[in-house]
């Protein structure tokens, strides 16, 4: 006697289906055997991002900034595999947005974490001016410093535009 929840035979001559390829009924309900893999994508998006902002936040020297910006990088990477994932599955509740918005987050890191890399000589020279600043008026010329370095380099860049 055929299972009832299986439905009936397959006509003779066609290819075995395993379970998890044939189609589900309802095909909004979530997918038990992708979830799980969905669900570590969205732990190691969080842990680079978590990552990404602990080494954004460290007033280091030079290499960290790099770390930064390559944990934020693949933060975003992770958060596209996650999003795609975590759609797939047809996962509820909060995780789609949570994912959405931490992919937002990743994007303005490795934006900000790609300033701070690439105008690394202004902003060091800057905070050694400050360290040695004493007085108000040497920090503001520590800052006018800065202006100026700041003012030069977007200067090189719109050479280089046009």
């Excluded at 190691?44 to 936040?57: D, P, R």
């Excluded at 947005?97 to 987050?105: C, H, K, N, R, S």
């Amino acid at each position: 006697m055929p299972d009832p929840q299986s439905g009936p035979p397959p006509p003779p001559g066609t290819p075995y289906v395993p379970p998890s390829r044939r189609p589900r009924q309802n095909q909004d309900e979530p997918d038990p055997e992708l979830q799980p893999r969905a669900m570590r994508t969205v732990r190691g998006f969080w842990l680079a991002l978590l990552l990404a902002v602990g080494l954004a936040l460290l007033s280091t020297p030079w290499p960290v900034p790099v770390a930064a910006l390559i944990a934020s990088a693949a933060a975003v990477g992770l958060g596209v595999v996650s999003l795609v994932r975590v759609r797939a599955a047809h996962v509820r509740g909060m995780v789609p947005a949570t994912v959405i918005a931490g992919l937002v987050l990743a994007v303005f890191m490795t934006m900000t974490t790609t300033g701070q890399v690439w105008l690394w000589r202004e902003y060091s020279a800057y905070a050694e001016c400050m360290d040695s600043a004493i007085t108000q008026q040497a920090r503001d010329a520590c800052q006018q410093q800065l202006d100026r370095m700041l003012q030069e380099r977007m200067d090189q860049v719109q050479q280089m535009v046009s």
